[in-house]
């Protein structure tokens, strides 16, 4: 066969290519390179990350250091040395001392009354009149029985005198002398029975006129005059005696015992009334007595406490707050309760004293709580009076860490003068309880 030539063509047989081998050696270390890079690079990432973390840490631990040193304002007040009264505390219902309804003896029409709404009555002072006619009537009719059958009696006995002479002289019978006797004797039977039904329309006609049983405060009208009353059932007026007052209050069982043996003793316990808020003193009594029983549903004892109230500032069914006086304490120290704190070591409280470069330093003071009321705690044991205690910043607190002093805000004087009505004193007795307005007390003993 005759030879093709191909000029400048490779020629297409197997055995006679060649691949390239070049680009197969440069990828595996070009991915290599790759990788490297990527590495160098989330290492550098990371420390960057780490680096600023540290410089983080570094300048909030400097931060804190600084601060550490730096004083802490706080708030101080005085711990003060005076005369504190102890009380019992109990919410108090105010009952008349005595309340009278008033209904009417008899039935009859209702007259113009004769008095009005809301006055001061006194006791037996005529307040209201039923119309007496029929039952004047009636006595009338009495009246004039007891006159006809005295009449009869009189007439009876001069009969039975001739029958006894007739008789002693022989002229009639013993059984006529005793019939005309009995006669006699049936009709001052009739007199005593007309004097009585006399007396019975008297007094139904003295009924007629309705007086006030006690003197007090007489209430709205409740039924209007023209009515018919009916005796017995009709409730015509209220009348409640404010001068004096009574106050009832429940102290638990176990708080009994105490006052038994103080009201023996002293005979007169003093009782402070104030208002919902427990805020506002209203008027001051004594303790009158207790229940001579324990209620067993709520295991309270009732006690009743009676106030004077001549400037009627306490009214029936008003809620108030009693504070029974037990003791009085002349030289307990006394600190704002803002400043007690709990621990592991128990209640203690912040002081503030100078040490010996003259700076302003916090130091513990444990203390012994006695009894807590309101914004005054009583201790038993703690800083001396006149010591400086922290009752505001003690959180950033530790000892010997510096302070910087600052008094509390003075208040109003009508805060003031509040404050020396309301008795910012403990109940060493009494168990935590709830206020009528929705107040309550915390009381600590320890």
């Not at 003093?270 to 295991?299: C, E, K, M, Y």
Request: neutral net charge.
């Amino acid at each position: 066969m005759p030879t093709q030539e191909t000029s400048g063509i490779p020629s297409l047989s197997s055995g006679s290519i060649e691949q390239p081998s070049a680009p197969a050696r440069r990828g595996p270390a070009l991915r290599i390179a790759i990788y490297f890079l990527i590495a160098l690079l989330v290492c550098g990432v990371v420390w960057r990350i780490y680096s600023q973390k540290q410089a983080a840490q570094q300048a909030a631990a400097s931060q804190a250091a600084a601060l550490l040193n730096r004083p802490v304002p706080v708030q101080v007040a005085p711990a003060e040395q005076k005369p504190m009264p102890v009380y019992l505390t109990a919410l108090g219902t105010v009952t008349p001392y005595m309340s009278v309804t008033v209904k009417a003896r008899v039935s009859g029409q209702l007259l113009p009354v004769h008095f009005t709404e809301g006055q001061e009555v006194s006791a037996g002072q005529t307040i209201m009149t039923i119309d007496p006619r029929p039952y004047q009537a009636a006595l009338d009719q009495a009246k004039g029985t007891l006159a006809h059958d005295q009449a009869l009696l009189k007439n009876a006995q001069a009969e039975a005198k001739r029958y006894d002479a007739l008789f002693a002289a022989g002229v009639t019978s013993k059984e006529t002398m005793e019939t005309n006797q009995a006669t006699a004797g049936q009709y001052e039977g009739a007199i005593e029975a007309d004097q009585a039904a006399v007396e019975a329309s008297r007094l139904q006609l003295s009924w007629c006129s309705i007086q006030s049983p006690i003197s007090g405060k007489i209430g709205l009208r409740l039924v209007d005059p023209g009515n018919i009353i009916t005796a017995n059932t009709t409730n015509l007026v209220i009348i409640n005696q404010l001068k004096p007052i009574a106050v009832y209050f429940t102290l638990p069982e176990n708080q009994l015992p105490s006052v038994l043996q103080k009201l023996s003793s002293d005979k007169k316990l003093s009782v402070d009334a104030f208002d919902r808020g427990d805020v506002l003193h209203i008027a001051t009594g004594q303790l009158l007595t207790t229940d001579n029983q324990i209620d067993t549903t709520t295991g309270t004892a009732k006690l009743k406490a009676v106030f004077d109230n001549k400037d009627e500032s306490l009214f029936p069914n008003q809620f108030v707050n009693i504070h029974l006086q037990m003791e009085d304490r002349p030289n307990a120290i006394v600190v704002p309760s803002a400043a007690i704190q709990s621990g592991v070591q128990g209640s203690f409280v912040w002081t503030v004293v100078k040490d010996a470069k003259g700076n302003s330093v916090a130091q513990i003071q444990p203390v012994k709580v006695a009894l807590t009321e309101g914004q005054l705690t009583i201790l038993d044991s703690g800083p001396a009076a006149g010591a400086s205690v922290v009752v505001d910043g003690a959180d950033r607190l530790r000892p010997g860490l510096p302070v910087t002093v600052s008094v509390p805000r003075q208040r109003t004087s009508q805060q003031n003068q509040k404050s020396a009505q309301s008795p910012q004193q403990g109940n060493l007795f009494a168990a935590p309880q709830a206020s009528a307005g929705g107040k309550g007390h915390s009381k600590e003993q320890q």
